[in-house]
């Protein structure tokens, strides 16, 4: 029996730190810690309402605009605005491009290298490389010339002893199982994507001004002026160049992304079979088709629909209901008047309650707090969200083009559907909605354009713009479903300031340490099974970590100055 700890866990963002009981090769408990304060929530007390998406888009750096939308979705559900169709077309259309981005990213760069053994492409043979890459996909960059070129860049990171981006990599580890030309394609992709997503987040810039964090969202619609023949608004010739930039992400998503996930997945069969966790899922959807202003009414033509599952039961979908929602703290590092109950967001409370150990230390108490995150519950049960979530829960709903596309990927693999209950079926569902997100975007961008065409240029509502016209006391929620899953802001506004604020973040749900019943969190609850060959060198559990997408700047959204550990994996 050891005990593991992994601290920080790499390629993510923010600080987690996983402890990880192992008996007989396998996880047989595990923690889950995020080592990191912050304190937006308590930052944003008697502010304005209309400056709460500025602060909150700060939460994070990665899912860069999520809080922004979340944040004016709710301050409009609480005064009642409604917003005009093109700024909800131009918010659907930073999402839908922020999402596309962030998946490759993760799969190329921040999770790929637990399965591909980059090192070892050094061994490929070019010409057989080409032949496996021009097997796979129409992708046009798959010569054997290519393929060299790539190997001669590596090789001379390797020779000169500084391995950059990919120093401290497991690199030889036993669990790596890919034949070096397959690892060959993939750190050729590794590369390709990292060029890539450099240029498509151009969208932001074109709709947003900026990346990260695009400047143009307001309370009551955007501030991204629309007409197609102005020079100083988002005109034809935006238009065209980000229709450009839509059919190069459909291309690289359908020809390198998609395709590589079935070849690395296709080696690592016994991957369907670790990692499950908690079986609950909760997506609240997202994507309006029929845009009628009010989000929160548009709920039935969401393109990807929201709903719970319980215990996998797929035939089981029912409705999400926000209000179902409560966070613990029993193990988290807050104090509530009443530990032993859960509190809902809208009177939530953060109060920050740190109760050791005191650095260094060896293990965290994890019979007593040992997190930074909150433990949300929905009706009392853990819940994982996040992509896989979504396509579970679109599955269920009977969404056609996502059955279509799950059913032609299992297929391929030769498994069925349970086979998505597992490490590699949250990157399967990551990819699949890519690819699904890729295709939505030039419908979205098709009705932005027929609506600016018709001659509506309305971009924002000003009708409550003068809060003498708000009601003294309001409140509401508002929801998207960001790159990691489902993202909840609840607001009380009292005398136009902001009484309470609360997030409720996809990290949070995932991440997130036990309740007071002592169920598992659901990074906790999937480690649990995972087999560990080298614990010295714990790349399984990097593994399935990683496969949630971690982000531990949007769980924990509220730095602490103790909190500075140095990398250890460390077996006791
Ligand atoms: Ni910081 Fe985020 C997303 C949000 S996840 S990345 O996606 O909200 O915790
Ligand atoms: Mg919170």
Same mark, same amino acid.
């Given at each position: ?11 993510i963002?923010?600080h ?13 408990d595990?923690?889950?810690s995020?080592t ?12 304005d309402p209309?400056?709460a ?14 809080h ?27 999402l ?8 490759v990213?993760h799969?190329y760069?921040?999770s ?6 980059a090192?070892n492409a050094? &061994? ?6 080409? +032949?496996? %890459?021009?097997?796979?996909? @129409? !992708?046009?960059?798959?010569s *054997?010339t290519?393929?060299r070129g ?46 890539w997503?450099r240029?498509?987040?151009?969208v932001?810039?074109?709709?947003g ?6 400047q143009?969202y307001?309370v ?34 359908? &020809?390198l ?5 079935? +070849?690395? %997945?296709s080696?690592?069969? @016994? !991957?369907?079979?670790?990692? *499950? ?15 009628t ?12 629909p929201g709903?719970?599952?319980?215990q ?6 029912q ?32 109060d920050?309650?740190?109760?050791g ?22 009706e009392?049960?853990p819940?994982e ?8 829960v679109?599955?269920? %709903? ?28 949250r ?9 699904l ?15 600016i ?12 713009w ?7 006391e309001a ?6 479903e ?17 009484l309470n604020?609360?997030?409720?973040v ?9 309740d ?14 995972t087999p ?11 593994r ?9 700047a949007?769980a ?7 909190g ?9």
């Open positions: 029996m050891a005990k593991i700890v992994v601290d920080p866990i790499t390629r963002e923010g987690l730190r996983i402890e990880a009981q192992v008996d007989g090769g396998r996880v047989a595990a923690w889950s995020s990191m304060f912050r304190g937006i929530e308590i930052i944003l007390k008697g502010r209309r400056d998406w500025l602060f909150t888009q700060r939460i994070c750096g990665v899912c860069t605009m999520v922004a939308g979340a944040s004016v979705r709710a301050v409009e559900n609480a005064l009642g605005i409604a917003v005009p169709p093109n700024a909800q077309l131009i918010r659907q259309l930073i839908g491009a922020q999402t596309i981005q962030d998946h990213i799969f760069h921040l790929a290298l637990d399965w591909v053994d090192v050094l &061994q490929a043979d070019p010409a057989k490389t080409a +032949a496996t %890459a021009q097997s796979i996909s @129409e !992708w046009p960059q798959s *054997a290519y393929f790539v190997q001669q860049k590596l090789k001379a990171l390797a020779d000169s002893g500084q391995l950059s981006i990919l120093t401290n990599g497991y690199w030889g580890h036993p669990a790596y199982r890919l034949p070096p030309e397959v690892n060959l394609i993939a750190v050729a992709h590794y590369l390709e994507a990292l060029d997503q240029r498509f987040i151009q932001h810039a074109i709709l001004a900026k990346n990260p964090h695009p143009t307001l009551g619609g955007v501030a991204r002026p629309v007409d197609l023949s102005s020079q100083a608004a988002l005109n034809d010739h935006d238009l065209a160049k980000m229709r450009e930039l839509f059919r190069e992400a459909a291309e690289l998503v359908n &020809q992304y998609l395709p590589d996930l079935k +070849a690395i %997945a080696f690592y069969p @016994e !991957w369907t079979g670790y990692g *499950a966790g908690v079986g609950n899922y909760l997506a609240y959807g997202d994507y309006p088709e029929t845009v202003g009010r989000y929160a009414e548009e709920a039935p033509s969401f393109f990807l709903g719970v599952i319980f996998r039961q797929l035939d089981k979908l409705p999400v209901d926000p209000g179902k929602i409560t966070e613990y703290v029993t193990h988290s590092w807050y104090r509530y008047p009443d530990e032993g109950h859960g509190r809902q967001p809208i009177d939530g409370i953060t920050p309650h740190y109760t150990p005191e650095p260094p230390y060896d293990f965290l108490k994890t019979d007593g707090k040992y997190s930074w995150i909150k433990a949300p519950r929905y009392e049960r819940m969200v996040g992509p896989l979530a979504r396509m579970l679109a599955y269920a %709903a009977g969404h056609q083009k996502v059955r279509a596309l799950t059913g032609q990927v299992l297929q391929d693999l030769k498994l069925d559907t349970t086979a998505l209950f597992s490490t590699l079926g990157h399967a569902a990551r990819c699949l909605e890519t690819v997100l890729a295709g939505k975007m030039e419908d979205l961008l098709d009705r932005l354009s027929t609506s065409g018709h001659g509506d240029l309305r971009i924002h509502n000003n009708e409550y003068d809060p003498a016209s708000w009601p003294k409140s509401g929620h508002g929801t998207l960001a790159p990691r899953g489902a993202l909840g802001h609840w607001i009380r506004i009292k005398d136009r300031k902001i604020y609360q997030a409720v996809p990290s949070t749900w995932n991440g997130g340490p036990r007071a019943a002592g169920q598992r969190g659901p990074y906790e609850a999937a480690l649990v099974g560990v060959a080298d614990p010295e060198r714990p790349l399984e559990i990097l399935t970590i990683h496969s949630f997408d971690p982000c531990m949007c924990v959204h509220l730095l602490d100055l103790r500075r550990w140095r990398h250890a994996v460390r077996v006791v």
